[in-house]
């Protein structure tokens, strides 16, 4: 099983009209203030601490744990129609960096 990895390489989506589209309205503010920019190092450390724990979990089942390699989700990517900085517009547009 392929386990993704919380790495401080990763940024925050710019609040746009797509990310709206795909994102409750009360969490907006968050990334009105964050957007382009890393996430706050305690969201970093809750979520890389689950992971890891989910992770050992899976061991202790007998389940092979893979994990990707490390992706520097801060740089900039285009595409004719778009650009974006950030992990959460390329889920959502599907675009592969």
Known sequence: MVIGLVVILI????NSLVFQANTYEKYWGF????????????????????????????????VKVRRPDVVDWSEEYETP??????????LILKCPQ
């Open 11 to 14: 940024t925050t989506s710019p």
């Open 81 to 90: 129609d778009f650009k974006s900085q950030g992990w959460n517009d390329s």
């Open 31 to 62: 990334y009105d203030q964050q957007g382009g920019h890393s996430f706050p190092p305690e969201h970093l450390k809750k979520a890389f601490t689950e992971i890891e724990e989910f992770c050992e979990i899976l061991r202790q089942e007998g």
